[in-house]
């Protein structure tokens, strides 16, 4: 906005009211994103993106129902799910209904816990809710960072980036939830594996259409729909999964394509100091780590592009010796 030549002194007087107005407006309103404050945020705010929804637009599961495998008829063998265990009790959650939710808020004997996926990073994640003696619940607050969902507990209204496992905002900023491993494969190969499994039913409360993705050509697609702060090197597709872990404060990504190639189930790799175990399942295109005691720990699968925003200080695992 330019300001009029000086020689009518009222309307020189209304231009400056109304930059000065318009520029409040835009102070005011930069600090706070889709109902959500954004001052002294850990991340940049202008790097917060709203993602179309509103707040709870994308509606999470508060009060999930399982079914046993021989009832989960909308389910085909080559389904991708998420799949936990936690006091020996195994459940799933397909990624055809996690594609329209994006949360569970879920309890096993006692234990809550969240199932999260990102459909724009490929990535699933779970964390146990409690934080310092209290329990969360969590949702959907429609903003992203790195194309990442950004969650929110109703609590206290922080925003929680999923992939960075850390308060970005509010009264928990700087907290981190406890991690807990989860398996990342197909229908046919969780029930292989875990056969006393149940199963997140489609009858979740809300209309949905399970059988059809909203993300249907985006994995494939070179070409993502926010920005991001680093873009990760062109030496594999963007949407190219990983495996990626952190032991100690050094992050490690095992990209599939190197670990088809490698040709390996099973082989010993090394994170600085820590041996770990590395799973592969070449038919279900999905894997777990342990630690040398054989205990599973938690792996982020995600697509390339996102785990390198996050981690652009990565080791990478590849093929050759």
């Keep these: 906005m330019s300001p009029p030549h000086i020689c009518n002194i009222k309307t020189y007087l209304c231009w400056t009211v109304c930059t000065f107005l318009l520029l409040s407006h835009f102070i005011v309103h930069a600090a706070e994103k889709n109902g959500f404050e954004l001052d002294g945020a850990l991340i940049p705010p202008g790097e917060i993106f709203h993602g179309g929804p509103s707040k709870d637009g994308i509606p999470s599961i508060d009060k999930p129902v399982f079914v046993k495998p021989a009832d989960a008829d909308y389910l ?27 949360i569970v808020n879920d309890e096993i ?25 209290e329990t969360l619940s969590f949702g959907v607050s429609g ?44 229908w046919s190969d969780w029930k292989r594996v875990q056969p006393e499994t149940k199963v997140l039913s489609d009858k979740t409360g809300y209309w949905r259409n399970y059988n059809k993705s909203p993300y249907r ?13 680093i873009k990760a090197s062109k030496q594999y597709h963007p949407k190219e999964n990983v495996l990626g872990i952190d032991i100690n404060g050094l992050f490690k990504a095992y990209p599939f394509i190197e670990l088809n ?18 799973h592969w399942n070449r038919q279900s295109q999905s894997g777990s780590i342990t630690l040398e005691d054989g205990i599973q720990i938690p792996v982020i699968q995600s697509y390339w592009f996102a785990w390198y925003a996050f981690h652009p200080d990565t080791l990478l695992f590849t093929s050759k010796p």
Aim: charged share 20%.
């Design 76 to 102: 085909e063998d080559d389904d991708a799910v998420l799949g936990i265990v936690i006091s020996g009790q195994a459940r799933a959650y397909p990624l055809k209904i996690l594609n329209w939710h994006e």
């Design 217 to 229: 050509s985006y994995n494939k697609s070179t070409h993502l729909y926010f920005p991001i702060s």
């Design 109 to 133: 004997d006692n234990q809550p816990f969240v199932i999260t996926y990102c459909p724009l990073c490929g990535s699933g994640v779970a964390f146990d809710r409690r934080l310092n003696g």
């Design 143 to 186: 903003l992203l960072y790195n194309s990442d969902v950004l969650l929110y507990d109703r609590e206290s209204e922080s925003l929680w980036s999923q992939l960075m496992n850390k308060a970005v905002t509010g009264e928990h900023k700087g907290a981190s939830l406890t991690m807990l491993p989860i398996q990342h494969t197909t």
């Design 261 to 278: 190639k490698h040709g390996k189930q099973r082989f010993n790799d090394r994170v600085g100091d820590t041996v770990v175990t590395i």
